[in-house]
C-alpha cells in the first residue's frame, strides 16, 4: 500500500473517530457511501454478531439474506480478524 493511500485512510478512520453521536454517524455515512453500501456494512455486522453468537451458516443467511461468498469473508474475519472481536466482545 502506498504511502498517500495509507494516509488517506489514516484521514478517514481519524474522521470517524470524531463521530459522537447517532445522528452525527447517520449524517456522516449518508453523505460518504450510498444507501447500498452502509446497508451492505450493516448487514455484515449482523452477521458477525450472529456467527459470535453460535448461528449456524444457514441460519445467519435466512435472517440477513448475505450472501454464502460475504458470509464466508465475514465468517474468516470473525474467526482470524482483530475488528470485529474487539468491538463485539465489548458488547457482552
Known sequence: MSDNMKTELNDLYETILKLKTVKDCENFFADLCTYKEINSMAQRLKAARLLMDGDTYEQVIAKTDI???????????VKLGKGYKSVLKEEK
Open 67 to 77: 450472501s454464502s461468498a460475504t458470509l464466508s469473508r465475514v465468517s474468516k474475519c
